[in-house]
């Protein structure tokens, strides 16, 4: 019997050419970084490609969807009331913090941005489809678990995915439930697409061994060829209140995220020389 994972790699499809928002700037690309598991390194992902994007030169907004405000957490930064999703979705730009690092902007979220009866996938659309007197290549949007309709509306407003799992039983094991999900949305022209798979390594693991090899056999080109290691570096730059690309660039997870943005870039690059833009610009 086909697994659903094996089921979904097979045919999901990358280029999804569906429009949805009209207007939006052909080179603003929305790119959810996104997990159905806690803890497996997507807003360290997020703000490490946030970084290592905006030292290739790209205007980045990083988007903090996840209630624990993970994103100003981990880059120590202190949030001033009036910002917030809402705010930043209606067009007040002072709701963003600007040049955290050169090139990349954070917006953080506000408590208030968490009322029952909101859709935050809504305001991400929003964004992208604001007229910045600078605008965005890229927004970047940290998430939490995926878990029911919010996260699935938040996954809807994306024009990518960028699924992170760790190399572990629990975090592969709980993938095919949310790749069913995935592959529904897609069926129905809702959902990203799945950019690809970015592994995460826990303590101990080496790259390129058995979890990392089984992981590539089953995903195959699904699979981003760079993976992250665990490494306390990681940690010490998170006591600093910086991404390690940034605090330690030489460094073997700051060398994947960099890696790991320039085979993105690329990919992106090579598909709109032919033609293809981000689903919403299509
Ligand atoms: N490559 C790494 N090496 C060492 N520690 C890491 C690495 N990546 C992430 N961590 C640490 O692991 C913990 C979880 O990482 P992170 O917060 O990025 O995960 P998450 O998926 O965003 O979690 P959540 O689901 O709670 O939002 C953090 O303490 C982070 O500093
Ligand atoms: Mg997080």
């Not at 807003?43 to 988007?63: C, D, M, P």
């Not at 209630?67 to 202190?78: K, N, Q, T």
């Not at 799992?165 to 959902?191: K, M």
């Not at 600093?240 to 660039?249: F, M, N």
Request: include cysteine.
């Amino acid at each position: 019997m086909t697994s659903p994972i094996n089921e979904y790699t097979d045919t999901h499809i990358i280029v999804n050419n569906s429009p949805d928002i009209a207007g939006r700037p052909v080179n603003t690309r929305t790119v959810m970084i996104g997990s159905q598991k806690g803890g497996v390194g997507k807003t360290t992902t997020t703000i490490n490609l946030g970084a290592a994007f905006s030292e290739r030169g790209k205007h980045v907004l990083v988007v903090d969807t996840d209630p624990v405000s993970s994103v100003a957490a981990s880059l120590h930064l202190e949030v001033p009331d009036f910002c917030g999703l809402e705010r930043a979705a209606a067009g007040n730009a002072d709701a963003i913090l600007r040049d955290v690092e050169p090139g990349l902007d954070v917006l953080p979220c506000s408590p208030t941005d968490f009322r029952s009866d909101v859709r935050i996938g809504g305001w991400i659309q929003q964004l992208g489809e604001q007229e910045f007197e600078d605008p965005y290549d890229l927004i970047l949007v940290d998430s939490s678990p995926y878990t029911g309709p919010r996260s699935r509306d938040l996954l809807c407003s994306a024009d990518e995915l960028l699924l992170v799992i760790r190399a572990e039983p629990l975090s592969y094991r709980t993938l095919p439930s949310f790749l069913h999900d995935l592959r529904r949305l897609d069926n129905l022209d809702l959902g990203p697409n799945l950019r690809g798979i970015i592994l995460t390594l826990p303590q101990g693991e080496p790259l390129g061994g058995r979890w990392e090899n089984g992981l590539r056999n089953r995903f195959g080109s699904r699979m981003m060829p760079q993976a992250v290691p665990y490494d306390s570096v990681v940690g010490y730059s998170l006591a600093q209140g910086l991404p390690v690309v940034i605090s330690d660039p030489e460094s073997v997870p700051a060398q994947q995220y960099l890696e790991l943005a320039a085979e993105l870039e690329q990919r992106w690059d090579e598909e709109e020389a032919n033609g293809v833009v981000p689903r919403s610009a299509a």
